[in-house]
């Protein structure tokens, strides 16, 4: 008899897949930029698209998602100290937006696209947020900061199309307990029996 998954088991290859993701495309993202737009004014990023997918599918496990997108930037851009203190915490403040995927709710974000499109917005703003309130702490000056957002304004409509197609693939925008209920019931009708998922 083939051994089934434990949940926490299922859960760990879950997390270190999108996390490889992450790094993978947010990796290629920073090394194309720097390579090919050198001296463009706008940046662009999958972190906060990949954090608030996370976050509706494994809630505070996030955060480190949240924190390995600035390590990235940081480690391949060469950034300074300050830089890893702005980028790698500032990230943090994006885990506010856990209360408004309460107020949302978990299922009208996976199931209507203007819910799924503006917790990524919210998820985003936070993000950027954290990192203007962690330089302005450091000393930087209010106009630098403001900065944080004109820069990576096109990040959030990169959030928002990842967001809208993340909810139309199944299962993808989804707390996992409830999503392999759900697979797990849909099995049971199709074949009259299904075995329990064992759960850590």
């Given amino acids: 008899m083939k051994r089934q998954l434990t949940f926490g088991q299922y859960r760990m290859i879950d997390l270190c897949m999108m996390l490889a993701m992450l790094v993978l495309f947010e990796s290629i993202i920073v090394l194309a930029a720097g390579t090919w737009f050198p001296n463009t004014l706008y940046t662009v990023s999958i972190v906060a698209s990949v954090t608030a997918i996370v976050m509706v599918r494994w809630d505070f496990c996030a955060a480190l998602f949240a924190f390995a997108g600035g390590l990235v930037l940081c480690v391949l851009s060469h950034g300074t100290g300050e830089q890893f203190l702005i980028y790698c915490l500032g990230n943090e403040l994006s885990m506010a937006a856990f209360f408004v995927m309460k107020l949302l709710t978990k299922e009208r974000i996976r199931q209507e696209a203007v819910m799924a499109v ?70 049971r009708a199709e074949r009259g029996d299904a075995e329990p998922w064992e759960r850590s």
């Fill in 118 to 187: 503006l917790f990524g917005i919210c998820v985003q703003l936070l993000m950027q947020a954290g990192r203007a309130l962690a330089a302005l702490c450091l000393g930087y000056a209010a106009k630098d900061c403001l900065g944080f957002f004109s820069t990576d304004s096109l990040s959030i409509l990169f959030t928002m199309v990842i967001l809208w197609i993340a909810r139309r693939q199944d299962g993808l925008l989804e707390d996992q307990r409830v999503y392999l209920h759900r697979i797990r019931e849909e099995e």
